[in-house]
């Protein structure tokens, strides 16, 4: 049996690329890639010459049978996602899955992923949240606020710059415009920002400075039970 490596990739700076990750991707057989064009100027950065698969969302089902049974021939095979940790609202799960039930040896490198390092530094409370990823962008996407709306851990999201804004004035319509927020922009890129207060005033910050580049918004848990405890 082969061995699937997932590989985190920096979200920004070249200099988080770990030197194991590196010597994963030269070593590996075959480097399955979100996309390939992204990916190649990675890997010539570090000097990494392995033939890429193209492997995606659109994709995963028809060619991880495939890959599966390279990895039960023997093969060593690593999986980049564009960014961050593959798996981590990036294609990886189905993949781990499948090669996982077929008893393979499926092994995660620790690495760069941007909602760590977001909610550290947010000021709000890190020792238990929950993350949420992208929210749906139409179906269900209420549903599904409504049913955070008592969730007493912090939140942690992804977003794009264009829906910022819009997503902050739901999350104020429906956690409240008083409830804290730290807004993360640009994680270790040269432009980072962290943009913190209520919802209300990070609205007004927006309003004012159209945001730009990778999002993370991690919003406060309820804490209605823990004013209780203080008697407010």
């Known amino acids: ?18 030197f194991r990750a590196v010597r994963i991707l030269k070593e590996a057989d075959l480097v399955l890639a979100e996309d390939t064009r992204t990916s190649g100027i990675l890997l010539k950065h570090f000097d990494i010459q392995n033939h890429l698969l193209s492997h995606h969302k659109f994709n995963e089902h028809g060619t991880s049978a495939g890959i599966v049974e390279r990895l039960k021939a023997g093969q060593t095979i690593a999986l980049i996602s564009d960014a961050g940790t593959p798996g981590i609202s990036d294609p990886g799960f189905f993949l781990a899955r499948e090669a996982a039930n077929e008893g393979i040896t499926v092994q995660c490198l620790p690495g760069a992923t941007a909602c760590i390092p977001a909610i550290v530094s947010s000021g709000l409370p890190c020792d238990r949240f929950c993350f949420e990823g992208f929210l749906p962008q139409k179906k269900g996407r209420q549903t599904h606020l409504e049913s955070l709306k008592a969730e007493s851990r912090t939140m942690v999201f992804y977003e794009s710059p264009y829906r910022l804004l819009k997503t902050l004035q739901q999350f104020a319509a429906t956690f409240g415009e008083d409830r804290q927020v730290s807004v993360a922009r640009e ?22 400075t159209p945001p730009r580049g990778e999002i993370v918004i991690v919003v406060a848990g309820n804490n209605i039970k823990e004013k209780k405890n203080r008697g407010e």
């Open 187 to 208: 994680i270790s890129k040269v432009h980072e920002e962290h943009v913190r207060g209520t919802l209300k005033e990070v609205i007004q910050h927006f309003t004012e």
């Open 1 to 18: 049996m082969g061995i699937l490596y997932i590989v985190p990739t920096p979200v920004g700076n070249m200099e988080d690329m770990t």
